[in-house]
């Protein structure tokens, strides 16, 4: 086990008696972190430091902890929302992942992507290339950048109403930073709708009645990675499963295919690795005589490593409860940049 990979089971409470003398040694940091965010926000807050606008509308898509939420498939929901009324929407990204690039330009081939590491940078870009809106994936933080719809997500399985903070845990800033959403979207993988509905209302209470919608980023079919036929999920009970993951959190994933049935074996990297070619071989060997599956996120930097056939776990968004909401919250954003 790699430290990439074992930080997330510390983060979870898995580590035992090394993740709870961290837990100790690393109060300070958290403080510390703490401290440095709240000066920060409050230096945008009182315009001590200032954003700087893109010439078209700006929605961001973003959270508050370290992975995991679906940011990715949610900004690629909007983007194809705004691409049905008829706009011309673009991704705009820091850029660090390329993976994250990739499976954008694969949800929405009619959307382009624009990545750099100041993403007013991007905004400007997709603006000079005729994109009449912007969506910014991955921007909560990222303050340097005017916007004009907040979109904040929060994973159902991973909410804490007393969460930590880097590095003693995966949240970048806790609750109260909800006070600058203008819509927070709960996403839930593996939590039942009523565990979604038991986090909305703690949420509520820091959203002074702005909306808070649900969705469920539900398992689709499993494609096969390159040709081939598709697999029915369903086929997976009783059967060996090598599960390929390189994400902040695969936890989510995993028990997916142990819900359909399978015996998984994990093979975990950390987020956003660039896999080899010998490293593609290795999994490939690992994987005879079972079913390989992996994400999206995984699949298009081994689409053209993995020498043998593998399976790649798509997602659905759909929406329990709120969609009408987050659709008006969207509409009056474009109005208020073109009105």
């Not at 920060?40 to 898509?61: F, K, M, T, W």
């Not at 008829?86 to 660090?96: D, F, H, K, N, Q």
């Not at 933080?141 to 904040?152: E, F, I, K, T, Y």
């Not at 970048?172 to 038991?198: C, M």
Request: with cysteine.
């Amino acid at each position: 086990m790699t430290l990439r990979t074992w930080v997330p089971r510390w983060w979870a409470g898995g580590a035992g008696a090394a993740g709870r003398v961290l837990d100790v040694a690393l109060l300070p940091a958290e403080t510390a972190f703490r401290g440095v965010a709240a000066l920060r926000n409050g230096a945008y807050d009182r315009a001590i430091l200032r954003a700087e606008r893109a010439p078209v509308p700006v929605i961001s898509v973003g959270n508050l902890a370290v992975g995991g939420a679906g940011k990715t498939p949610l900004s690629a929901w909007i983007a194809g929302r705004l691409l049905g009324w008829g706009r011309r929407p673009a991704i705009a990204l820091r850029g660090y992942g390329e993976d994250e690039v990739r499976v954008h330009r694969e949800l929405n081939p009619e959307v382009p992507v624009f990545a750099a590491a100041r993403r007013v940078e991007a905004a400007r870009a997709a603006a000079a290339a005729g994109r009449d809106v912007v969506v910014l994936d991955d921007g909560f933080q990222h303050r340097a950048l005017a916007r004009d719809l907040d979109v904040v997500l929060i994973a159902v399985e991973g909410w804490r109403a007393r969460p930590r903070v880097l590095p003693r845990g995966p949240w970048r800033e806790g609750p109260s930073a909800l006070g600058r959403a203008d819509v927070v979207v709960l996403t839930r993988k593996t939590a039942g709708r009523e565990r979604a509905e038991a986090v909305a209302r703690e949420v509520a209470a820091w959203m002074d009645g702005k909306p808070v919608v649900s969705c469920h980023l539900a398992p689709g079919r499993l494609a096969g990675l390159r040709e081939g036929d598709d697999l029915d999920p369903q086929a997976l009970a009783g059967r060996d499963v090598l599960a390929v993951a390189a994400l902040a959190d695969p936890g989510p994933f995993v028990e997916q295919l142990r819900s359909w049935g399978a015996r998984v074996e994990e093979a975990l990297f950390g987020d956003h690795h660039a896999f080899s070619a010998p490293e593609a071989e290795e999994l490939a060997a690992r994987a005879a005589g079972r079913v390989a599956v992996m994400t999206r996120k995984d699949a298009v930097k081994l689409r053209d490593l993995f020498p043998a056939q593998a399976y790649v776990l798509e997602q659905t968004v759909r929406f329990d409860w709120g969609e009408e909401a987050l659709d008006a919250a969207l509409l009056r954003a474009l109005e208020r940049k073109t009105g």
